[in-house]
């Protein structure tokens, strides 16, 4: 599996710090530095065999569509694809306009991840997109007109802008778009953003956890009788659906980030990240250096990761996987921290799989932090 971060941003929105850069030649600087990582790279993944490949991160669709398949060919020079590869691209709903869209359509490129937020214009300016409503739907049927049915879109609920009418009124219009993969995450409030700075003037009204809760299980119920699978916190499919890319992370399998701020993982006890400065990176990258660093995951990290992203998912975590990888005091610390949980319903044992029953899914995060090795 590997993840392309592209570090070019056409906005700062209110829930993010990315800055915009994208003359003609720090764009081909950057390409030329992203290629040579995957050549001083190509070793480090085990299978050469790839499932998914991933264009992430700022906004990907700011790159042409030749420039986009230049980095899939340099990818493959070096790595085999599997008959039924995952190649995903983010993009903004502004970005997909009829050339774009044909330029993708004639690439290898066939899952599309948009960035839609909302179907709402005053959800929309409050997060400070660059597109609007009209847009957004636009966007996703373009898509299809030019053979992309694979789409997932991003959908954010508990707006201060919003209520759970207009929420119910954004489901029923994903629903009318035929959308067969939806990531949604409550709105939150990040350090040094707009949405911040305007909530702490008192111009608007910080989110309800109470008001959030309520639209996560409104979501969860709606999608589940139209016919999607909740398969971790934030995601919904259809059948056939999954994001490949996520549920490999999901399931710690190793993966290779390539580009300013990616992060890589060997799948047992490594990972490493590049530097987010990209002129340093490009920098290094000339000088045939990589620029990254790295960490050794102690037990209790590992533990501890294990926990929290298996109980974010339908599969859970795997008890059996557990009792081979830990010791006996990981082990007997488990055994206490969940038997109270069993007990209260909170957790449930099925087929050797630690799980969080769905109607709790919300407070995971809490709940898998309660059995965390500190």
């Known amino acids: 599996m590997i993840y392309i ?11 993010c710090n990315f800055h915009f850069s994208t003359s003609l030649n720090f764009k081909d600087e950057m390409i030329a530095a992203m290629k040579k990582e995957i050549f001083l790279r190509k070793d480090e993944l085990r299978n050469k065999n790839v499932q998914s490949l991933y264009f992430g991160g700022g906004t990907p ?75 957004a739907e636009d966007s996703i049927k373009r898509s299809q007109d030019f053979g992309f049915e694979n789409l997932s879109i991003d959908l954010i609920y508990g707006s201060p802008t919003s209520n759970l009418e207009i929420w119910k ?13 939806i ?21 608007i009204k910080s989110p309800k956890e109470e008001e959030q809760n309520k639209e996560f299980y409104y979501l969860s119920d709606f999608l589940k009788d139209k016919g999607f699978e909740h398969y971790e916190v934030s995601n919904f499919a259809k059948t056939g659906f999954y994001s490949k890319h996520n549920s490999a ?40 250096l990589l620029a990254k660093e790295e960490e050794i995951l102690s037990l209790e990290d590992q533990f501890n990761e294990m926990i929290m992203i298996g109980l974010r998912t339908i599969w859970g975590v795997d008890l059996e996987s557990l009792k081979e990888k830990f010791n006996d005091g990981f082990l007997e610390h488990f055994q206490t921290e969940i038997k109270l949980k069993l007990e209260e319903g909170i957790l ?6 630690l799980k969080i029953p769905e109607r709790h899914w919300f407070m995971a995060d809490g709940i898998a932090s309660d059995l965390f090795i500190v």
């Open 5 to 15: 971060h592209i570090p070019f941003c056409k906005q700062k929105c209110s829930y």
């Open 169 to 181: 009124q954004n489901l029923n219009k994903a629903i009318a778009l035929e959308v067969p993969h």
């Open 183 to 203: 990531s949604s995450y409550a709105l939150t409030v990040e350090p040094k953003t707009a949405l911040e700075n305007w909530i702490s003037k008192g111009k």
């Open 249 to 288: 992370y999901w399931k710690y399998k190793e993966y290779l980030g390539i580009g300013p701020s990616a992060h890589s993982y060997n799948g047992f006890d490594k990972r490493s990240w590049n530097i987010a400065n990209n002129q340093q990176y490009i920098k290094k990258l000339n000088s045939n």
């Open 348 to 353: 449930v044992i099925e087929n050797h799989h």
């Open 61 to 135: 669709s700011i790159l042409s569509a030749d420039e986009i398949k230049s980095l899939i060919d340099e990818v493959l020079k070096y790595f085999s694809f599997n008959n039924d590869i995952e190649i995903t691209l983010e993009a903004n709903p502004d970005d997909l306009d009829k050339s774009f869209l044909k330029g993708l359509s004639n690439s290898p490129i066939n899952r599309l991840s948009i960035g839609t937020q909302s179907f709402f214009e005053q959800d929309l300016k409050l997060m400070n997109r660059a597109h609007t409503a009209n847009e």
